[in-house]
């Protein structure tokens, strides 16, 4: 017999006082003395909350140095606070900040920032340069990926709210949106998401009406099994779209290399077809495995391109169904002009009269670009460098990248494909030459302390450091302190309405 849990406390009219880490905020409590054990002092982390609000507040997970609560009832909202645009705000967690005025997010975004640094990097830092803000906060995405599953997500209240067997058939009814924090096999239903222009939410409602309508199974995580398991949508700021589905086919000797369409996979790619005509790149995988990740996989073009593409200060990026782009098209412009008025400033330029002559670019710098992803700032930077040599571990993406100095007509541009810590080494350097600068923007895990040990080993003149996680930056940047220093620290706001903030920091030898 399963033991009786002993229910959580809710603790009415708390005062939240302050910000904390992922978007929530924190309150520091006093509990009362109780069953001889003296009054203590524990933090508690509430999501979907700003410092000011007065809540009843629901203790749901006790750790022994900090507990985790949500909140019960708003008694009081805080002056900070605003409504949320969204019907999915509190139980959807993609915009964790949307009651939060926007300046407001700007604020806490700039000191989480400072306060890596100055934690965990532990180096001198000169004065940190207001942060850039993005000038649109609503259909700013170029990309979202919805999960299908055969089980929708209930929220406490509608499970309370439902007699037990007519809410147990709406937990089976499939759904089609975001996954859920704890809950893996089930879907928070989307009917409508402001972060993406709105025929995306078109799209997707209406893939999600007909597979329902027409029977298609939904993915069942459990099971593994289930025809319909991911939709993810892109868009350009050059008008296209890309749609790519994920499906698992029913194990089938005539299908063994997940090449044929069944019938119902058919008729769902042609009813996305015939009524969204502005999808120029309609593609599809068959994915057998236990995840949604298919890097590996093959893709299969069920109408138009495989490919679509952005644009940015005249030239044009070849985007594919497994290349990585900024998804904030228009912030991630300014993202890559500060990364490269760090790269070149106070540095020789060429100007816009001069021949294209190897002798004209022999005082130019010589310029790795690390992580290159389709060499979006490898490119963007070409003009001002010797050479630029990108480094990404895609291959896909790599010949992406290859296609866009093509079409560009950028010719001092190189790209290797593999993993930065095999492919940087002392022998890659002596073959391609000392960098005068590096770009890196790696990962949200930083990079492999390989790669900063060959980075410290070439000595560029400066490091143009581009990081979605200021934690894993800072650490780089402590790793690095006994040869530079940083220089300039800018950060850039890719995400409005969540706590994620871009940073782009230049370093420069001591």
Known sequence: MARNKKP???????????????????????????????????????????PGDVVDLRVIRKKSNYWDGEV???????????????????????????????PEQLKMKQAQVIEQLKRIAKVQLPECMPILGSKKTEEYRNKLDFGCANKRYLTREEIQRLPKEEGQSLKDFP?????ITGSFDKILPIEKCWLMDDLHNQIRNSARDYAIGHGLSFFDMRQQTGLLRDVIIRCSNTGE?????????????????????????KGFLQHLADNFPQISALLWVDNQKCN????????????????????????????????????????????YKVARHFAFMDLPEKSSDSSDSSDSRDSLPLVYDLYTGTGTIANFVARQARQVIGIEYVPEAIEDAKVNSEENHIGNTLFYAGDMKDILDDEFIQEHGR?????TDPPRAGMHPDVVEVIMRAEPKRIVYVSCNPATQARDVQLMDSKYRVAAIQPVDMFPHTPHVENVILLTKK
């Open 175 to 179: 759904s089609m949106g975001f996954h």
């Open 72 to 102: 019960a009832r708003l008694v009081q909202p805080s002056e900070l606070r605003h409504e949320p645009l969204c019907q999915h705000f509190g139980t959807c967690g993609g915009c964790k900040w949307q009651m939060l005025p926007y």
């Open 435 to 439: 960098p005068d600068v590096i770009i």
């Open 241 to 265: 779209w890309m749609v790519i589905v994920q499906f698992k086919f029913p194990d089938c000797a005539e299908n063994s290399d997940g090449s044929v369409l069944p019938e119902d996979a």
């Open 292 to 335: 949604d990740t298919f890097g590996d996989l093959p893709i299969h073009v069920f109408k138009g391109n495989d490919h679509i593409y952005l644009e940015m200060e005249g030239l044009k990026f070849k985007v594919g169904p497994k290349s990585f782009y900024q998804t904030n098209t228009d912030q991630a412009y300014e993202l």
């Open 8 to 50: 959580l406390p809710i603790l009415k009219n708390i005062t939240i006082t302050d910000f904390a880490a992922d978007g929530k905020s924190l309150v520091r409590y006093t509990v009362p003395a109780h069953d001889g054990q003296p009054e203590s002092r524990v933090v508690i982390f509430v999501p979907f909350s700003v």
